[in-house]
């Protein structure tokens, strides 16, 4: 008989055990996208997917586990990208984020974060193309429509959505579009960084915000304020080389 209650509780105990190694490895995940963001180390955002992709594929995974895929592949494609030379693995990686997040709103299509996420990537997926953009437009606009439900006060949700409207941008009228979505998202992210967060809590995009805010105004002729924006984007971020370029930029037309 007490042999039999062994087994039981050994049995009953596996998925407890399962769910505990899954979220060990989010941790150790998201401790290793953590230090792929600040040194933006394209190895180190692999690394980070990997352990992230081994917790995601677990009979418990949860839309967290999908989050953070979806988050750090999100990041590799974006620094693959800023190698000419890695087009097909930033592809790669794009596909692997759109595949993460879907599966995370599958089980929350409430969670803002995967929804503007998808949104941008399939944003990016257009590319300037018309065929693609009928394609695809819906699904941008039915992603950011789905973020902005339940996250309008997400700081990352109206970073990206502001990001999102920058790209698409032609005339000074749409940059000051984005430039006022983008400034009530930095205010978002000063409220967060006042609060203390949890260990599975996102808190990548501050930096970005600020550089992109500093590419709006240089494209209104704000050469100033573009200036003192990338300065705080790189104060917060050295390793941002789109903030480093845009600074140097700016210094040079003064």
Known sequence: MF???????????????AESAADQLTGTGIAEFTAAYQAWDGGRFAAASERLRQASTNASATVTNFYWLGASE???MLQLRG???????ADAALESAIAA??????????HAECQALLGTLYGMK??????????FGPRVAKHQSGALKTGAGNPRVQYLL???QFHTAKKPAA????????????KLFEVEAKTAAAPLDPRWGYDSCLTFIGHTYELLGQRKAAGEYFSRALAMHPADHLAREGLKRVLANK
């Open 126 to 135: 257009i590319n300037g193309n018309l065929l693609r953009a009928a394609w």
């Open 175 to 186: 940059w000051q579009e984005a430039l006022t979505t983008l400034l009530g998202a930095e």
């Open 101 to 110: 997040l879907t599966a995370a709103v599958k089980l929350d299509e409430n």
């Open 74 to 76: 999100f990041h590799r």
């Open 3 to 17: 042999r039999c209650v062994f087994i039981l509780i050994w049995l009953t105990s596996l998925p407890v055990r």
């Open 83 to 89: 190698n000419a030379t890695n087009t097909s693995a």
């Open 162 to 164: 502001g990001m999102c």
